[in-house]
């Protein structure tokens, strides 16, 4: 993301280098102040979520940004939580109000087609159509759910045609959000037959195990939206949908190959199996799209999986002159300082506890550590948050130094991620006492935390000399003002 310095704007003022091939967005936040808003400039006509520009704010929170366009596009714009969308011409200019009264948020559009504007703001919106799945109800019925998928689509669309056949939006405006309202539903209603493959999959599955009557409708889906026909670079919810339909054609499709997808898992390199359907599949301008969206999605989880660094090679060899690559290279560039990180050594500070085997408990492995107070981070090598706070890590070191605490990081990762959870300690430089939890262990720190059989993480704990627990819910690093307050009421 790149942090541009705010336009002065003062409403009706004169517009310099303004061109047709440009919009134009001005606008005010008024209840909350972000530090900066950030807004997508469509790339290939697609404008991906991740590939976020920035500006500051001036004092009274108005802003205006100039994104060049020359075909209609959708431009996001991000404050804080809130996102707002434009569909947006060539050419003109929008005035936007982003406005926060209480629990109450808003975002509203001045300008062209703005009546159309304000009621597609004023759909549900999730960053994923799957995420809105469960709000349809529970249902092993595919055709029930559908019908239900199906009417709220209409019901929406309907609105809109209301909206155009007064005048009050454009044909083209219209025929923009049936573009995109057609991908949404697409991506919904794939979500059904998806979710039954996944649930299905086991070592031995095979195609021939998925429903036939399942398939058909899935393939009914695409082939009336084919998320390969170029107008759906339009939406921004085409990238979702074509990793449905690419889903269906890695583990469904006629050409499905189990063996080399199995060996594809074994490898580490499924994603790069992935995009050999994508290319075969799409044009290039959507196969660079895809590929660039997915290499950010992948970076974005912080797996560092090596597979990284050869996609985006490769995608760099094919799509020398692609916009996509400034958005792409500081998400590509901590997986290789991952793996240089992974050459180096322990440090001596880096402790493993001994025979970690033979620990089935939190109590156990705090009589390895008896005498001494500690301060437990329960994480693992999938979860986004808990990598977040290592962040601070130097901060909470420097607390729990002058406290006289020593850290102990219990992952729960499972056998198979024994190495990744290894290269992780060196790469954010975790320091302290280690250890990796077996099920006996990880069944016993889930009886502790004691929320109806599951355990949440990142969770941190504070042990007393004795081995004792003294907070079970002890402040995050991120918020170490409070645990370093919250030490202190201990009497330490």
């Known amino acids: 993301m790149r942090l541009y310095v705010l336009f002065c704007l003062l409403p009706g003022a004169f517009i310099s280098g303004f061109t047709q091939d440009q919009v134009t967005v001005q606008g005010k936040i008024?209840?909350?102040?972000?530090?900066?808003?950030?807004?997508?400039?469509?790339?290939?006509?697609?404008?991906?979520?991740?590939?976020?520009?920035?500006?500051?704010?001036?004092?009274?929170g108005s802003f205006k940004i100039q994104i060049p366009l020359k075909e209609p596009g959708f431009v996001l714009i991000f404050a804080s939580m809130k996102t707002g969308i434009i569909i947006a011409e060539p050419g003109e200019s929008y005035q936007v109000v982003f406005e926060q009264s209480g629990e109450a948020n808003s975002f509203q559009v001045s300008g062209p087609n703005e009546d159309g504007q304000n009621l597609y703001n004023s759909l549900p919106s999730p960053y994923l159509a799957q995420l809105e799945f469960r709000t349809f109800g529970e249902t092993n019925d595919y055709q029930v759910y559908a019908d239900k998928v199906n009417r709220q689509k209409t019901d929406q669309l309907g609105k809109f045609k209301e909206l155009l056949d007064q005048g009050k939006i454009s044909g083209s405006f219209y025929r923009n959000v049936l573009i995109d309202r057609n991908c949404y539903y697409s991506a919904l209603l794939s979500t059904f037959p998806l979710i039954k493959?996944?649930?299905?999959?086991?070592?031995?599955?095979?195609?021939?195990?998925?429903?036939?009557?399942?398939?058909?409708?899935?393939?009914?889906?695409?082939?009336?939206?084919?998320?390969?026909?170029?107008?759906?670079?339009?939406?921004?919810?085409?990238?979702?949908?074509?990793?449905?339909?690419?889903?269906?054609?890695?583990?469904?499709?006629?050409?499905?190959?189990?063996?080399?997808?199995?060996?594809?898992?074994?490898?580490?390199?499924?994603?790069?199996?992935?995009?050999?359907?994508?290319?075969?599949?799409?044009?290039?301008?959507?196969?660079?799209?895809?590929?660039?969206?997915?290499?950010?999605?992948?970076?974005?989880?912080k797996e560092y999986e090596k597979e990284w660094l050869e996609i985006f090679d490769r995608f760099l060899i094919k799509y020398p002159k692609s916009m996509a690559i400034p958005y792409l290279e500081p998400m590509v560039n901590p997986v290789a300082e991952y793996y240089k990180s992974t050459r180096s050594d322990f440090t001596k500070q880096m402790k493993f506890i001994d025979h970690p085997d033979q620990i089935k408990t939190l109590a156990g492995c705090l009589e390895r550590l008896k005498g001494k107070k500690i301060y437990v981070d329960v994480w693992a090598t999938w979860c986004g948050p808990c990598k977040e706070e290592f962040n601070y890590r130097e901060s909470l070191d420097e607390v729990l130094e002058k406290k006289g605490f020593e850290v102990l990081y219990i992952s729960v990762d499972k056998e198979e991620k024994e190495e990744q959870w290894k290269e992780m300690i060196k790469y954010y430089r975790l320091e302290g006492y280690h250890i990796r939890a077996n099920k006996s262990f990880t069944d016993d720190l889930t009886r502790i935390f004691n929320n109806n059989g599951s355990l949440s993480i990142p969770w941190y704990l504070l042990i007393d000399v004795n081995g004792k627990i003294i907070s079970r819910n002890a402040s995050r690093p991120s918020d170490i003002d409070a645990l370093q307050e919250e030490i202190g009421k201990l009497g330490y």
């Open 30 to 60: 008024i209840g909350f102040t972000p530090d900066r808003l950030e807004f997508v400039n469509p790339i290939n006509g697609f404008a991906f979520p991740g590939f976020r520009e920035a500006i500051a704010l001036d004092s009274s």
């Open 197 to 301: 493959l996944y649930r299905g999959q086991g070592d031995s599955w095979n195609p021939s195990q998925y429903p036939i009557e399942l398939k058909q409708q899935w393939k009914q889906i695409w082939t009336e939206n084919p998320p390969f026909d170029p107008k759906n670079l339009l939406s921004p919810r085409w990238y979702e949908y074509a990793k449905y339909y690419i889903e269906y054609q890695k583990f469904l499709g006629d050409s499905v190959d189990m063996d080399a997808l199995k060996q594809a898992y074994k490898d580490k390199l499924v994603n790069t199996y992935q995009i050999g359907f994508v290319e075969n599949l799409f044009s290039d301008e959507m196969a660079e799209t895809y590929v660039a969206s997915l290499i950010y999605e992948g970076c974005l989880q």
